[in-house]
């Protein structure tokens, strides 16, 4: 395949910029990579956590899964624990395959989606329930795993 048709790198930034970041679903650390797809434009993303937005075959486990957060404790709404907005679980068929089941739907904040501002992203990962926390705040006081 030739560079021209090549998908970017992933490449993680300096360990700074995704200090104190957790996953509010897990209490994992998160961390902001970078993809550059041009001469001046850069693509930015968290890894780390659970996506709230990913594809499942299950929509009582991916249920779960969206209720689920870093204190231990489940919530009741099903709403983005980073804006506070309701969550759906749809049906979902992609498209070319024999594969079915179900994804989010929300207004929320999806972490694995690509951005443009590393700002707009790093308010969004510091987000809880729609109020932005400074950095410091973002740390979790629960044992890693």
Known sequence: MSAKHSVPEQVPLDPGVSAGLRCPFTGHEQTVVCRKVGADI???SLRGGFDPYAF???SETLEASLRRRASGKATKKLVCPYTGKAIS??????????????IAISEGFHPSEW??????????????????RAPESTESTESPE
Do not use: H, Q, W
Request: aromatic fraction near 10%; proline fraction near 8%; charge should be positive.
């Open 89 to 102: 679980i749809e049906p979902f068929k992609p498209a070319g395959t024999l594969a079915s089941g179900f």
């Open 115 to 132: 951005r443009p501002s590393l700002d707009e992203l790093l308010r969004f990962a510091r987000m809880r329930a729609g109020t932005v």
């Open 42 to 44: 850069s693509l930015y």
């Open 56 to 58: 499942s075959r299950d």
